[in-house]
């Protein structure tokens, strides 16, 4: 039992390039969630999916897009990235979105724009 | 939307001394905190949380208080240890009727010294 997978752990990007983080989890939990974690800024949500078929806007999806492919699998898209969007992100999953269920998150991706 | 505030942004202490995290958050609303442990590197991992029919909470040398007429809730933390020592996380819960999201407080960063 894995619990919340990310790919890939460390990721260098130029300005520009797109590029896809991939976030997986077995715990069968219907919500999932996409933060960044900046210094001193804790983590900020980007997109969330409270079920499969849904995703909504957290509080900062500007360059972002993302899809629930499955249960299981939750990606985020940087179409165009910019240095701003150097940060750690996380993927987290929670039993049911509605009832305040412990978030539960992966290792994070790493990801510098230069 | 839900606005979390929490104090100190660094704090020390001995071993063996309790530590004590603050948080304040906006939206009468939320009702459900958890509370984070994120050590260097590594994912944030729930180390508590508290519900707001509930005041106060223990797991062990942590608790967790909550006054939802002032809208504050605190982490204690009793005969820290080195271990201890990593940034903790508050966070407060807006549900908008189909997902619960989290808003996170900006970190303490926790010392335990000799």
């Known amino acids: 039992n894995a619990g919340v997978t990310q790919t890939p752990k460390f990721q260098v990007l130029k300005t520009g390039q797109s590029m896809t983080l991939q976030c997986a989890q077995d715990?069968?939990?219907?919500?999932m969630y996409w933060y960044r974690q900046d210094p001193g800024m804790g983590l900020r949500l980007i997109y969330y999916s409270a079920s499969e078929g849904t995703t909504d806007k957290g509080e900062v999806p500007n360059g972002y897009n993302v899809s629930r492919l499955n249960k299981r699998e939750f990606s985020l898209r940087l179409e165009s990235a910019a240095p701003s969007q150097t940060s750690v992100y996380f993927c987290a999953s929670s039993g049911q979105g509605y009832s305040n269920q412990p978030q539960h998150f992966g290792d994070g991706t790493r990801l510098s724009i230069l | 939307g839900e606005n979390v505030e929490q104090h100190p942004s660094t704090l020390s202490v001995q071993e063996g001394d309790s530590a004590v995290i603050k948080c304040t958050y906006s939206d009468s609303a939320s009702n459900y905190f958890p509370w984070y442990k994120q050590e260097l590197g590594k994912r944030p991992q729930l180390i508590i949380d508290i519900r707001s029919n509930v005041g106060e909470k223990k797991d062990q040398r942590i608790a967790v208080t909550l006054n939802k007429t002032a809208k504050h809730f605190s982490l204690h933390i009793t005969e820290t240890q080195p271990e201890d020592s990593a940034v903790y996380f508050c966070a407060a819960t807006e549900n908008t009727g189909t997902a619960s999201k989290l808003t996170f407080g900006t970190g303490t960063r926790l010392q335990v010294t000799l």
């Open positions: 715990m069968n939990h219907n919500s």
